[in-house]
């Protein structure tokens, strides 16, 4: 039971920190679009990944070498850079939620939501090599315990921040609000397309 809440406590404290992921789900939570559809791809993904990392730490480790990050930096700064550029069009059309909703297929969400968790490099680290790592000296049980912890961790946290957004939407409403929320999506993931790019380079 401990090795569960240990698992919990850890990927609890990797998933806190704000990214791309995060604030799409917590968009789309805002905007009531397809939420469960939303947390369920990033939580079970969340699971996959985890699980991925603790049996197969060493295999991961051995070919996932500097080539491959790169690669991956590169289709996610497109990700992003493609992301940022339709925010900023849509910063003068007017907002209407229902219209959004209808307008906008699971088919696409899916999409949309498979490129912020598949294309991050941070999502890989994060699961598949810290937790793989931190966890590759337990015994099987002990790595099974840990790895339903860690992933109730995102299955809590995603459904929590998504469902959460949902009801704080009634206070975003409005054109003005939106636009706010719409201008700070914009700043931070310019900041973190800088960050990326940085990253890449060095």
Not at 6 to 13: D, E, K, Q, R, V
Not at 47 to 68: A, D, E, P, V
Not at 143 to 149: E, P, R, T
Not at 160 to 165: E, K, M, R
Request: hydrophobic share 55%; proline share 0%; charged share 10%.
């Amino acid at each position: 039971m401990e090795y569960l809440v240990l698992g919990f406590l850890t990927g609890l404290s990797l998933i806190l920190a704000i990214g791309a992921q995060n604030i799409f789900v917590i968009e789309q939570g805002l905007k009531k679009q397809h939420i469960f559809l939303v947390c369920f791809i990033c939580s079970i993904s969340d699971f996959i990944l985890i699980f991925l990392g603790i049996f197969l730490f060493h295999y991961f480790i051995q070919y996932f070498n500097s080539t491959i990050e790169l690669i991956f930096n590169i289709l996610l700064i497109i990700f992003l850079i493609h992301f940022i550029y339709t925010k900023i069009k849509s910063l003068n059309l007017k907002v209407n939620f229902k219209d959004e909703v209808l307008d906008i297929s699971k088919f696409n969400i899916f999409l949309k939501t498979l490129g912020f968790t598949y294309l991050n490099p941070h999502v890989y680290s994060d699961t598949v090599f810290f937790l793989g790592n931190f966890s590759k000296n337990f015994i099987l049980n002990q790595k099974i315990f840990f790895g339903i912890g860690a992933s109730i961790a995102s299955f809590v946290f995603f459904f929590v921040i998504g469902y959460l957004s949902k009801y704080l939407s009634q206070y975003a409403q409005n054109e003005k609000v939106w636009k706010i929320i719409n201008i700070f999506i914009i700043s931070f993931m310019s900041l973190l397309t800088i960050f990326v790019i940085l990253e890449t380079v060095n």
